[in-house]
């Protein structure tokens, strides 16, 4: 029941991401106006699809985008010259678009580059279709920019807090696992597992950012030494849990020396778990 609320009350919060993505949506709309683009739902849909979770990951996967939107639209004006709105036509622009994606390692593109396609294919008229193409192309290379300059200037994430307040959570789960190995309580290790997942996703995009984007590393270092000391706590505590020992009884010798064992082990790692300056 714990472990569910805890999930309730981190979904529930209205995430940076969603807020910073109906920002770029009021400029990208607001922008499309001030340029007389007559696509603004094409720029809408690549913006929304090109907020990616970190400013690094946002300009690397956007530069992509950019590249499969072209491609996309490439191939809409192809098929859409010979017959806009083909079934048979549009199966073969989609894998086209999706195989030159592939085969030009283009990370994330498929998606936006197929909707450029399927726009184009179904919005163009025969005799021109190449104008409508360069709408679209133009609508979603601004979508696409929108949501980048977005992410790089509007509240941009700080991983490293993010982390310190991760680790320190961990900390207290940890130790209140330990607490209740001790008393031959309910071990709450999916609690402790929880936190170094969620720890160890945040350290994984603190790395991918840009090293320019990046700061405390010396501290993420730490934080990263420790997470790696906390499995093997982990590791102690489900050993234990495996045992269900309670205080209502006493175990057999032999178990109580494993039990023995592994609560000293645990101990002795979380003692060097290394501690933060700001924690």
């Not at 569910?4 to 106006?33: D, E, M, P, W, Y």
């Not at 696509?39 to 590249?67: E, H, R, Y």
């Not at 197929?114 to 679209?136: H, I």
């Not at 402790?192 to 997942?197: G, L, P, Q, S």
Request: net charge positive; hydrophobic share 45%; charged share 20%.
């Amino acid at each position: 029941m714990k472990r569910f609320l805890r999930f309730f009350q981190k979904n529930l919060r209205l995430g940076l991401r969603i807020i910073k993505t109906g920002i770029a949506v009021t400029f990208c709309i607001v922008l499309s106006h001030l340029l007389h683009l007559n696509q603004p739902f094409i720029a809408v849909i690549s913006t929304v699809i090109s907020m990616g979770k970190s400013i690094d990951l946002s300009v690397k996967t956007g530069k992509n985008k950019m590249v499969g939107v072209i491609i996309g639209s490439a191939a809409g004006t192809l098929c859409a010259a010979i017959l806009p709105g083909n079934a048979g036509l549009c199966g073969i622009g989609i894998i086209l678009s999706l195989y030159l994606c592939h085969l030009f390692h283009l990370e994330s593109a498929g998606v936006l580059s197929s909707f450029a396609f399927t726009a184009v294919m179904f919005g163009a008229s025969q005799d021109a279709p190449w104008k409508y193409a360069l709408s679209c192309t133009v609508a979603a290379m601004l979508g696409i920019a929108v949501a980048v300059v977005v992410n790089l200037t509007v509240m941009p994430p700080n991983y490293a807090v993010e982390i310190k307040k991760a680790y320190t959570e961990l900390k207290e789960r940890t130790a209140a696992a330990i607490r209740d190995a001790q008393a031959r309580n309910t071990i709450g290790t999916g609690a402790v597992e929880e936190e170094i997942e969620h720890l160890s996703r945040a350290l994984q995009l603190y790395s991918s950012e840009a090293k320019v984007l990046r700061w405390n590393d010396d501290e993420v270092a730490r934080v990263s030494s420790g997470l790696s000391i906390y499995r093997l706590v982990l590791d102690e505590l489900k050993a234990v849990e495996v045992m269900e020992l309670t205080r209502d009884s006493e175990p057999e010798q032999e178990i109580l020396t494993v039990y023995r064992y592994h609560m000293n082990r645990m101990r002795e790692l979380f003692q060097r778990v290394p501690e933060l300056e700001s924690a």
